[in-house]
């Protein structure tokens, strides 16, 4: 992992105290000298500041040098088939904008085309900024409601009426489109770009969105960002030098006990014959024909 960054933080007071030493006391006696302690942390803080703004821009543009990967059209519209297969028992990604039940996770209801929960924020998220850009819409009446059940399982307030409204939204292009762009924004376009940031080509990316889905994109132990730094313990990434086959095994045996750690009876299938089959094949850049098998049944991409 790169730890530049923190390194030159730590380095920063040392580089601040020096300054302070050597300026003194000024003409004007105490009065200056306590001016230049007050404005080195401000200093020091536009320096981290600055530092942080660099290493943006860096991370920028190491993404706009690399190949689109799972970005390119044909390869997000096959991710979307590969999730859907595991979210919806389905390679039509799209019959699921409309999809909405309580699968018994503890989440409340799961909807939508990525599995949107009223338990776990995101789906309050897209219904708040749908309601803002389409005020009036068939889910406004239901945010009370939304809010006070979010981080919990309980439908309080959402029954009777709160699956038949989903279900009726989702027949508009506004509200497909909206779930579409929820999706983008907090899954897929953070999921491909750190993986490119880790030197992951297609399925590595693919690897990373659908931990992001299932796991969330949190920063706990079982979140995507703790499975990442637990990876990271084991194998290098390829932008540290690392193969890419094995960090991806390690991250997905990382990702595979974070699973079983939900519940000892969940069907991992879509790690184990998928995400891995595609590993072992040698496919990185996830090409097509695909074949794979999630929860029992085959599924298969020309």
């Not at 200093?43 to 920028?60: F, I, K, Y």
Request: aromatic share 8%.
């Amino acid at each position: 992992m790169r730890r530049t960054g923190i390194l030159l933080l730590a380095a920063v007071p040392v580089a601040v105290t020096a300054v302070v030493l050597v300026l003194g006391p000024g003409p004007s006696g105490s009065g200056d000298a306590e001016g230049t302690r007050a404005s080195a942390p401000q200093r020091a803080r536009q320096d981290a500041e600055d530092r942080a703004e660099s290493e943006r821009a860096g991370d920028a543009e190491v993404v706009a040098d690399a190949p689109p990967g799972l970005a390119a059209p044909a390869k997000k519209e096959l991710a979307q088939r590969i999730v859907a297969s595991a979210e919806n028992s389905t390679l039509d990604w799209r019959s699921a904008y409309g999809y909405i039940e309580d699968i018994g996770d503890g989440q409340g209801y799961t909807a939508g085309v990525i599995g949107f929960c009223t338990g776990t924020h995101d789906l309050l998220t897209l219904v708040e900024r749908y309601t803002a850009a389409h005020p009036g819409n068939g889910l406004a009446a239901y945010l009370p409601a939304l809010r006070k059940v979010d981080g919990t399982d309980s439908h309080r307030g959402l029954d009777p009426g709160f699956t038949a409204a989903w279900k009726a939204e989702a027949g508009l292009p506004a509200f497909r489109a909206a779930q579409d762009a929820e999706r983008d924004r907090v899954y897929f376009d953070p999921a491909v770009r750190l993986a490119k940031l880790d030197g992951l080509g297609a399925l590595g990316q693919f690897v990373y969105y659908d931990a992001m889905v299932f796991h969330g994109p949190g920063t706990g132990r079982d979140s995507f960002h703790g499975l990442r730094e637990r990876a990271l313990e084991k194998a290098d990434s390829p932008s540290e030098g690392g193969s890419e086959r094995d960090y991806l095994d390690a991250f997905l045996d990382v990702r595979r006990e974070a699973m079983r750690a939900r519940s000892h009876t969940i069907d991992t299938s879509r790690v184990d014959t998928a995400q891995r089959r595609f590993l072992h094949e040698g496919n990185l850049e996830l090409r097509t024909p695909l074949t794979w098998r999630v929860y029992g049944e085959t599924y298969e991409v020309r």
